[in-house]
C-alpha cells in the first residue's frame, strides 16, 4: 500500500485518504451509536423504550378504559371491535392468564401497563382482569430501521463530519505537507550529484530547522567537494615539480662521471624525497583538519602578555634590518592559544617574507571577537587574488624552488582555524602600502 501511495499525485493521494476517512467515519458512527445504545439511561441520559412508550401511551389507555367503563351494557371484545378502525394498529383482547415474559408481566403487575421491546407490543390490565394487546406499534429506533434508511443516515452523518474533519485538518497541515514535499525532493537532488539543490523557506515551525539544517548541509558538501577538487589538482601540480626533478638527477646520474657528482645528485634526491615526505605529511594534516570536528582548547588569555611572547619568539625569523612592531589591548579573552599562535606565526612569517622592512602585529577585542591584525609595508595583494590567497597550494610568487621553500598552505590554515574558531579571514590594504591581514576569531566569554 506505501509503495503504490508513494508513485500517486498529491491530488490522488487527497481523494485516497478521503475515501478511507469516510469509511472509517462510518464504522467509527455505527459502532458509537451501538454503545450509546447499551449505556444505561443513568449514563446517557436517555429514557429506556420501554419506559418512554408506556409513558407516551398513557392517554390512549385512559381513553380506551373510559370507553370500556362507559359502555357495560356491551362485552369488552365489542367495546375493542368499535375502536378498532380509529387505530393504525391492532387491539386484541388477552384472558388474564395469558403467558407473558416475566419482566413484562412484572410491569404490567406494577403499573398497570407494560411495553416488550422485542415485539413492539404494549399491554393494559383492565378492571375486568382481562388484557388489552396493542400492537406491534411501528415505532422504531434508529438502530431497528430498515438497512437502507439507516445507511443513507450513517453516511451522509459521517460525509459531513468527514467533509469538516478534512477541511480542518487540510487548513492546519498543508504547510507542513508541503514543506515535507519540498525537503524531500531537495535531499534527492542532493543524493543524486546536484549539489546546488537547496529547499524553499519552509512555512511550518516544525519543519523551519529541519530545511536549514539541510541547506547548511548542502553548502557545507558543496563547499569540501570544492576544496577537495581543487586541493587534488593543486596537489597534483605540486607532485610534478619534485617527481620532474627526480627524474632528471636520475638520469644525470647514470651519466655521472665521477663520485663528486654522483654525490651532488644523490643529494639532490635526497632533498627531493624529502619534500615529497613534507608535502604528503601538511597535506594530510590539513585535510585531517578539515574534515574532522575539532575540539577547541579554550583558555583564558592575556593578549598583550600572550602578543610580546609570540613576537620575542619569532625574532631570530627576522630578516636584517627588519622592523616588528607589537601592539596589543591589555584585556583578556578566552580561545585556543595553539591554534592562535599558528594563526599569528604564519602570518608574521609571511610579512617576513614578502614585507620590505616593516610588519605591525596587532591583537584586541572587539564585542564577541578577538581580532588579529598583521600590517606590512611590502607589495600587497591584488583585489583579484584576495581570495584565492586562502585556497590551498595557491601561491602568488609562482617561482617557488626547493630553496624557497613552502607549500601554499599558510594561509590556508589561517583561514580553516579562524572557521573552527566561528570566525572569519580576509585581506585588505595596509596603511603601510602593504597587505593587512585580519583574523576575527569568535572569544569564548
Given at each position: 500500500?506505501?509503495?503504490i ?12 485518504y ?24 443513568s ?12 409513558d ?12 370500556i ?6 362485552s ?10 380509529l387505530?393504525?394498529y ?7 392468564d ?9 410491569e ?11 415485539l413492539?407490543i404494549l ?31 450513517i ?22 505537507w ?23 523557506d ?10 536549514s539544517v ?5 553548502v ?9 577538487e ?8 605540486e ?11 636520475l638520469?644525470?646520474?647514470d ?16 632533498e627531493?624525497?624529502?619534500e ?23 583558555t ?16 631570530l625569523?627576522?630578516?636584517?634590518n627588519f622592523?616588528?612592531e ?27 617574507k614578502?614585507a620590505n ?7 584586541f ?25 586562502f ?49 576575527a ?5
Amino acid at each position: 500500500m506505501s509503495v503504490i501511495l508513494t508513485k500517486l499525485t498529491f491530488s490522488k493521494r487527497i481523494i485516497i485518504y478521503l475515501i478511507t476517512l469516510l469509511i472509517l467515519q462510518c464504522i467509527i458512527a455505527y459502532g458509537a451509536l451501538l454503545v450509546f445504545d447499551a449505556l444505561p439511561p443513568s449514563i446517557t441520559g436517555v429514557p429506556e423504550d420501554h419506559t418512554v412508550q408506556r409513558d407516551s401511551q398513557k392517554g390512549t389507555v385512559s381513553l380506551i378504559r373510559m370507553q370500556i367503563n362507559q359502555n357495560k351494557n356491551l362485552s369488552v371484545q365489542q367495546v375493542v371491535d368499535n375502536l378498532q378502525p380509529l387505530f393504525g394498529y391492532p387491539i386484541t383482547v388477552l384472558e388474564a392468564d395469558v403467558l407473558l415474559p416475566p419482566s413484562v408481566k412484572k410491569e404490567l403487575d406494577e403499573y398497570g401497563t407494560a411495553y416488550d421491546e422485542d415485539l413492539d407490543i404494549l399491554y393494559v390490565s383492565l378492571d375486568s382482569h382481562d388484557i388489552l394487546k396493542l400492537g406491534p406499534i411501528l415505532m422504531r429506533d434508529i438502530l431497528e430501521s430498515d438497512f437502507m434508511p439507516f445507511s443513507v443516515f450513517i453516511f451522509l452523518w459521517s460525509l459531513f463530519s468527514v467533509a469538516i474533519f478534512f477541511i480542518l485538518i487540510y487548513f492546519a497541515f498543508v504547510h507542513f505537507w508541503k514543506d515535507l514535499v519540498n525537503i524531500r525532493k531537495t535531499a534527492e537532488r542532493l543524493g543524486q550529484g546536484d549539489l546546488d539543490a537547496r529547499t524553499e523557506d519552509a512555512r511550518s515551525w516544525l519543519f523551519r530547522p529541519l530545511a536549514s539544517v539541510l541547506n547548511n548541509m548542502g553548502v557545507h558538501i558543496k563547499h569540501l567537494v570544492t576544496t577537495s577538487e581543487t586541493i587534488s589538482h593543486a596537489m597534483a601540480h605540486e607532485l610534478r615539480t619534485p617527481l620532474a626533478r627526480m627524474r632528471f638527477e636520475l638520469s644525470m646520474l647514470d651519466e655521472a662521471r665521477s663520485d663528486e657528482e654522483r654525490l651532488q645528485y644523490r643529494k639532490g634526491l635526497d632533498e627531493d624525497i624529502d619534500e615529497l615526505e613534507s608535502l604528503i605529511k601538511v597535506s594530510l594534516s590539513y585535510f585531517k583538519m578539515q574534515q574532522s570536528q575539532f575540539e577547541l582548547n579554550l583558555t583564558e588569555v592575556p593578549l598583550k602578555e600572550w602578543s610580546e611572547k609570540l613576537c620575542k619568539s619569532l625574532t631570530l625569523f627576522k630578516p636584517e634590518n627588519f622592523e616588528l612592531e607589537c601592539n596589543s589591548q591589555d584585556d583578556t579573552a578566552l580561545f585556543d592559544i595553539n591554534l592562535s599562535d599558528t594563526i599569528v606565526k604564519n602570518l608574521l612569517l609571511n610579512a617576513f617574507k614578502y614585507a620590505n622592512s616593516k610588519a605591525i602585529f596587532s591583537v584586541f577585542k572587539k564585542e564577541d571577537k578577538v581580532v588579529f591584525v598583521i600590517d606590512d609595508d611590502g607589495p600587497g595583494v591584488p583585489i583579484e587574488f584576495r581570495d584565492r590567497v586562502f585556497m590551498p597550494f595557491s601561491r602568488l610568487d609562482t617561482s617557488r624552488t626547493r630553496t624557497t621553500g613552502g607549500y601554499g598552505l599558510g594561509l590556508a590554515y589561517v583561514k580553516l582555524i579562524a572557521e573552527i574558531h566561528n570566525g572569519k579571514a580576509f585581506v585588505v590594504t595596509s596603511p603601510l602600502g602593504g597587505a593587512r591581514f585580519v583574523v576575527a576569531i569568535k572569544s569564548g566569554d
